[in-house]
């Protein structure tokens, strides 16, 4: 069981920032990896959807790969449909990836953070939850950025960096004076593809948080609880195997863009 691989997915490319942070946390471990990019974006679409592709994927994880542990790497599937997914599938661990919100919190001085992430996530109890238990110790002020994941899927850089000056500049004013954003949180797992474009508007001294690492320690101390971590003692690399439900040419390229990843991609029947 613990030669088998872990299985990952997102909507489309965004999931890769997370799978980046997984290889370098894991680097003997099999990664299998899904980009639903013939459903994305996500962002928008309601939670029976949602579940309905996290079921899907998770369950071809399964079937086809045989998958000792499964990482959601998309905040908005995580909060429509990880509680579906755990009460499915007992018998793996099932890691989810949260806005950052606590760590921001930790972070911040001016105790003002924003907050961007997908109209859907946003809207989702979990968020609400999340964000009510730590209201009493900042600011949060949020913004959906429901432009910025079908710019990134197309690698169009005119349109990041368009959505990224307007999502910016409408959350308010960046920097470490009092009442300013110093911390940004990235609640999308493709925002951090991003952060050229959007520090153009927020500049450098602002602090930028994704879940990546988080969710890929978790996931170490997970497998090592389970006793699934890899353990062969001959010397190896662990592989990276891509498939895509949209487009797998695009897939590839963002994989060697972003992970220096020479791998092709392939289809997944949707
Ligand atoms: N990358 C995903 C997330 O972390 C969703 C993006 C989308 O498809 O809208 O929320």
């Not at 890769?16 to 679409?45: K, N």
């Not at 994927?57 to 429509?80: G, M, P, S």
Request: charged share 20%; proline share 5%; net charge neutral.
């Amino acid at each position: 069981m613990s030669k088998c691989p872990i299985g990952v997915f997102d909507s489309g490319v965004g999931g890769l920032s997370v799978l980046r942070a997984l290889r370098a946390e894991l680097p003997y471990e099999h990664f299998v990896y899904v980009a639903d990019s013939g459903h994305a974006p996500y962002g928008e679409r309601d939670d029976a959807y949602l579940i309905e592709r996290a079921r899907a994927i998770a369950q071809w994880f399964k079937d086809r790969h045989h998958i000792k542990a499964l990482v959601v790497a998309c905040n908005t599937a995580t909060a429509a449909a990880i509680h579906v997914l755990r009460e499915a599938h007992t018998d793996i661990p099932i890691i989810g990836i949260e806005p950052a919100l606590k760590p921001a919190v930790l972070q911040s001085t001016t105790k003002v953070i924003g907050v961007m992430a997908t109209r859907s996530t946003l809207a989702s109890e979990k968020f609400k939850r999340l964000m009510t238990s730590l209201e009493d110790q900042a600011r949060f002020l949020l913004q959906p950025c429901p432009d910025l994941v079908p710019a990134i899927e197309a690698f169009d850089s005119v349109r990041i960096q368009t959505a990224c000056a307007h999502y910016a500049s409408a959350l308010g004013r960046f920097g470490l004076t009092t009442g300013h954003i110093d911390t940004l949180v990235l609640g999308c797992t493709h925002y951090p593809f991003a952060e050229d474009a959007l520090r153009r508007t927020t500049g450098n001294a602002v602090k930028y948080l994704d879940g990546g690492e988080p969710v890929a320690r978790q996931t170490r101390r997970l497998l090592e609880a389970a006793q699934l971590l890899y353990t062969s003692r001959e010397p190896h690399v662990g592989t990276t195997t891509l498939f895509s439900s949209g487009e797998p040419a695009s897939l590839a390229i963002a994989a060697q863009r972003w992970l220096g990843l020479h791998s092709e991609a392939l289809m997944l029947a949707a």
